[in-house]
């Protein structure tokens, strides 16, 4: 289940992209990208909660907090995850190498890896592909760029927008990559972001924390967690329009178009989950807070049950309320919840709504995208999660020995 | 994957069991089972956490909060979940009719039920079988009746233990059905222990929590919960030996001995697991507290990825670490973890075991039962829950539309 279809991505201007095939892990395929940028862009990140954060996302953190970068570095083939103190130090050779290339400082540059866990990263074979990578470097990149940031995705992830704000033009580019939480051994989501805007860091970040919550936050493939996923945001300030504060309609308007192109590569991502033959959207309404109804969404999205009956579109609404019921939050009154599969309403007053027939469920299962609705009838919040089914697949791709 | 060798049950002095094929839901089978106790019984339950607690569960309890059981019936077929207030009904008037056959009161009779869930309970079925139950009723009938509450089980879960206390012979016997939190509509884990020991409702109760927290509370196929577990112990007082507190060294030999049976019903459950091939052991120690331990075993025993890897036999550590860093836990110092399988140490120090070597891995993953072992490095407590891997033939079982 995949979209390939990827519209022209246009360029961002003050960011140039080169990818090249270093041979990290496997020969003859793209698997070493650089992102320039000018000076004075500014950048904003999101990073992986894990508590076993890979090398390459502690100096990343690390750089951040001492200087804006002028490049990114990102790597496939190996994690550069659970290596130790030597993997921080091969991470920090790589920015070293880079820092020689451009000629600016190893803080100017933030690292990215993806790949196996566990196995160190051979930086020789890295070190030796960043003149080719720089040499190909073009603002049209983009594209490239998202296929040599790839792993085991079966499309490339792409995503472009553009706003005007002050009568000027601005514009947004992006890719990502992730099909699992994490994969097989290939770990991670990742995602770029690039816009021409101009933006304090603390601005840039608040927006990017905004338009992550609804879109990279609200996924789910397996509800597994990565230990490399990160998120970057770069702006070059090249279209000529500023934004200084993070409120106010300009900002507003940025966030929106922002948002809209996360929830792009974040939909992409779940499209090509592992084994995945279903797009599901659980909209959980009714609730106290947008937190319980988020909670409630991740149960049912995360639920083996639930997932296997999408696989098999059997409209198994029973197993929905279950992953209702076991959700960890206070339910006031367990009669009031509603359950709607592509708006048809299921489960109403304690028992199967009385107009409900199960050719009604068969066919709004039958679909490949679908809508599980649940209200808790005790609030006025909600909250939306994005998932996939499980499937055979799922299975196939992550029992096969690794090899 | 499964244990059918069951050793001689034994009896429970003043428990009869009758077991019979009442057509509930298919013909032919097993599916309405009566247990009756003496006058005198006392009796402590342990039910579902779900907010969907099906009407069975609402029903028993009421019932146990009013009176001592003189009688369980438990069909299959239909679990008598979401079904509304008409469902509480339905229990209800299986427990009036089972009532007016043994000459009780109906809060004297304690339902469960266990099946399709959404359904109503056909209870002029159910309580045509209810003479042809009783009229089997024999000391010796826990086999059967362990038979009798199956549903998509592939075999019978049944243990037997004795103690000796003042002198006397103290007897246990428990059933058990389950072989996933819940089925493909066929929810529920429920067990049956009694014992002919006396004590009060407190004491009992006092001993099945304890018992249970390591046992039934300590085991995940597929990390959802049904509408419909429950778990209860009736003590007949025939043995002549009576426990009156809740402590010392007597109530600790008898919680040792019912903890003992809990856990061979449980882990019989788990090894029975939809698709199971194979027996996991999680062992998380050195947190700060059970608690801190239990959460970290449970993310790991409920990570769809070490599932798969522990399917593929594939010493996949980076997985299992990925899991206790996404724990919901305050972890002071990843690098003092340790990862171990089947005590093989593979993580330490922040990065892969020196002296470990692949090929270990694999001999370890090759066995049928395995122990994950994880050191917090945080603290003294431990925590240990059971589990098994997600395979194919999960998917298959889950994913087959309902028939």
Known sequence: MSEAIIPPLGVVPGIRLGTTMAGIRKAARPDLVVIQCESGTTAAAAFTQSHFAAAPVLVAKAHLARAEPRALVI????????????????????????????????????????????????????????????????????????????????????SAARLVLDDKLVRLVGIAKGSG????????????????????????????????????????????????????????????????????????????????????????????GEGATKFVRVDVSGGRSHHECQVVANTIAQSPLVKTALFASDPNWGRILMAVGRSPIALDDPNRVTVTLNGLRVFTNGAVDPAYREEQGQKALAASDIVIGVDLGQGLEKATVFTCDLSYDYVRINGSYRT
Chains 1, 2 share one sequence.
């Not at 190498?97 to 196995?119: D, K, Y």
């Not at 020789?124 to 998202?146: C, H, K, M, N, R």
């Not at 000529?240 to 106010?248: E, K, P």
Request: hydrophobic share 45%; proline share 4%.
């Open 181 to 272: 939480m994490i994969h097989p051994n290939m770990a991670t989501m990742l995602a770029f972001i690039g816009t021409d805007l101009s933006a304090p860091r603390t601005v840039l970040k608040a927006a990017l924390d905004e338009a992550i919550r609804s879109t990279f936050n609200a996924i789910s493939v397996d509800g597994d967690t990565s230990t490399n996923d990160a998120v970057i945001a770069l702006a070059t300030g090249k279209s000529g329009v500023r934004i200084d504060r993070s409120d106010g309609p300009v900002f507003a308007r940025f966030v929106a178009v922002l948002e809209t192109l996360c929830a792009e590569l974040a939909h992409a991502i779940v499209r090509d």
């Open 75 to 158: 790597n496939t083939g190996f994690a550069n995850a659970a290596t130790g103190e030597g993997g921080q130090q091969d991470a920090y050779a790589c920015c070293m190498a880079l820092a020689r290339e451009l000629g600016c400082g190893p803080e100017e540059i933030l690292p990215f890896s993806t790949g196996v866990i566990g196995e160190r990263l051979p930086v020789a074979a890295l070190v030796a592909g960043l003149p080719s990578a720089i040499a190909s470097a073009t603002e049209d990149g983009w594209l490239q760029a998202a296929h040599g940031i790839m792993t085991t995705d079966t499309v490339a992830k792409a």
